[in-house]
T-cell receptor, first 115, second 113 residues
Framework: GAVVSQHPSWVICKSGTSVKIECRSLDFQATTMFWYRQFPKQSLMLMATSNEGSKATYEQGVEKDKFLINHASLTLSTLTVTSAHPEDSSFYIC???????????FGQGTRLTVV | DAKTTQPTSMDCAEGRAANLPCNHSTISGNEYVYWYRQIHSQGPQYIIHGLKNNETNEMASLIITEDRKSSTLILPHATLRDTAVYYCIVRPLIKAAGNKLTFGGGTRVLVKP
């Protein structure tokens, strides 16, 4: 299957700082990327959907000013957690799909710990 | 909201077939059944999908009932590495932009030696 790479795999940051997570499609053009968040022992919750070159669509209850999403190219989307707080500590996962794909491919996830 | 119902957990023996059920009684005519799995601390992995015919690939088989209200994922020879949470998802074929995967609780499968 197609490869989606996330970076970093894990990050620890201080409360109040911002953290950027990258999601890259390595062998296909990702027209749409999705960002999920997963708390311990819970399922994945969709945060937002981003299409290349346009603004992201956020799910209800997700603050767009706190979780900044950029999808400037067909192979890269970034999620920036601004002014992070301990309650933002979670496992963040991206997925991507392109015109030729019938399924979405997922990155390996980024574990964010805010201290 | 997820449109599927799965058992919370199940155990199976290494080397035996694992049969994972999923109910999707409100599935629409244009919706496919997708299966993904998530091994601990990793991103989900695509397994298989189908519309109404049974499907098989190198990972698993998917059996969909004639009325399409339920399906079963079959792992023919479970290994310890198949221990994961398995998600059954119904959705239109992913080609249109904006089609998203909505995850329910999934089934936590533990393969035992």
């Amino acid at each position: 299957g197609a490869v989606v790479s996330q970076h970093p795999s894990w990050v620890i940051c201080k409360s109040g700082t911002s953290v950027k997570i990258e999601c890259r499609s390595l062998d296909f053009q990702a027209t749409t990327m999705f960002w999920y968040r997963q708390f311990p022992k819970q399922s994945l919750m969709l945060m937002a959907t981003s299409n290349e070159g346009s603004k992201a669509t956020y799910e209800q209850g997700v603050e767009k000013d706190k979780f900044l999403i950029n999808h400037a190219s067909l192979t890269l989307s970034t999620l920036t957690v601004t002014s992070a707080h301990p309650e933002d500590s979670s496992f963040y996962i991206c997925s991507a799909t392109g015109h030729a794909n019938t399924e979405a491919f997922f990155g390996q996830g980024t574990r964010l710990t805010v201290v | 909201d997820a449109k599927t119902t799965q058992p919370t957990s199940m155990d199976c023996a290494e080397g035996r077939a694992a049969n994972l059920p999923c109910n999707h009684s409100t599935i629409s005519g244009n919706e496919y059944v997708y299966w993904y799995r998530q091994i601990h601390s990793q991103g989900p992995q695509y397994i298989i999908h189908g519309l109404k015919n049974n499907e098989t690939n190198e990972m698993a088989s998917l059996i969909i009932t004639e009325d399409r209200k339920s399906s079963t994922l079959i792992l023919p020879h479970a290994t310890l590495r198949d221990t994961a949470v398995y998600y059954c998802i119904v959705r239109p074929l992913i080609k249109a932009a904006g089609n998203k995967l909505t995850f329910g609780g999934g089934t936590r499968v533990l393969v035992k030696p």
